[in-house]
């Protein structure tokens, strides 16, 4: 039962162009939600998050919106450059009170490549 | 400060084996996890930390699986008997209370032959 969604195994855009990565949830408790990036050999590193009680979040390249009513968030990534070539993975959570998450639920990931 | 390390990198084990694995996380952090990915999957909450004190734990830790943290610093994490599915990359992360995501360590893969 795949909670966290992430259809698309891959995706290609050219440098510079935007890069837009989709997941879906189907558990309604989750309240928190994270994007992180993941490069061979290496650990996921974090890169942006949202809280439910927003629909968007924007850090520099790099905006997360959240659709609630859909189940649905998504990662833009403007402009794309080589070095954001990675798997991006989607996760999410379920906050607890004093507003500290813990166990996060991924997706499977999204290879992206930006091609210069 | 490095980040959070893992050790050894890399195992390879003949099944029946046990193996351990290390976690140092980030000094001043007080949340553990350990997480495990296999091919073509995201990484799969296995355990979790809060100091010394193991709050929660999935049922993919079979009986085989145990985890500790002593003195709320360093965490282990062994599998007894190990099986060809045990054959994973296997993710600490730590966090400190109150602050959203992890910062994960680079794994241990572990190949079981």
């Known amino acids: 039962d795949q909670q966290v969604k992430q259809n698309s195994p891959s995706l290609s855009v050219q440098e510079g162009r935007i890069s837009i990565l989709n997941c879906d949830y189907t558990?309604?408790?989750?309240?928190?939600f994270l994007w992180y990036k993941k490069y061979p050999a290496e650990g996921p590193t974090f890169l942006i998050s949202?809280?439910?009680?927003?629909d968007k979040n924007e850090d520099g390249r790099f905006t997360v919106f959240l659709n609630k009513s859909a189940k649905h968030l998504s990662l833009h990534i403007v402009p794309s450059q080589p070095g954001d070539s990675a798997v991006y993975f989607c996760?999410?959570?379920?906050?607890?009170?004093?507003?500290?998450?813990?166990?996060?639920?991924f997706g499977k990931g999204t290879l992206l490549t930006v091609n210069p | 400060d490095t980040g959070v390390s893992q050790d050894p990198r890399h195992k390879i084990t003949k099944r029946g084996q046990n193996v351990t694995f290390r976690c140092d996380p980030i000094?001043?952090?007080?949340?553990l996890y350990w997480y495990r990915q296999t091919l073509g999957q995201g990484p799969e909450f296995l355990t979790y930390?809060?100091?010394?004190?193991?709050?929660?734990k999935s049922r993919l830790l079979s009986d085989r699986f145990s985890a500790e943290r002593p003195k709320g610093s360093f965490s282990t994490l062994e599998i007894q008997r190990t099986e060809q599915g045990d054959s994973a990359m296997y993710l600490c992360?730590?966090?400190?209370?109150?602050?959203?995501?992890?910062?994960f360590g680079s794994g241990t893969r572990l190949t079981v032959v």
């Open positions: 992360a730590s966090s400190g209370s109150g602050s959203y995501g992890y910062t």
């Open positions: 558990n309604s408790m989750f309240d928190y």
């Open positions: 949202i809280s439910s009680i927003k």
């Open positions: 996760a999410a959570s379920v906050s607890h009170s004093g507003g500290s998450n813990y166990k996060l639920t």
């Open positions: 000094s001043e952090h007080n949340r």
């Open positions: 930390f809060q100091n010394e004190a193991q709050l929660e």
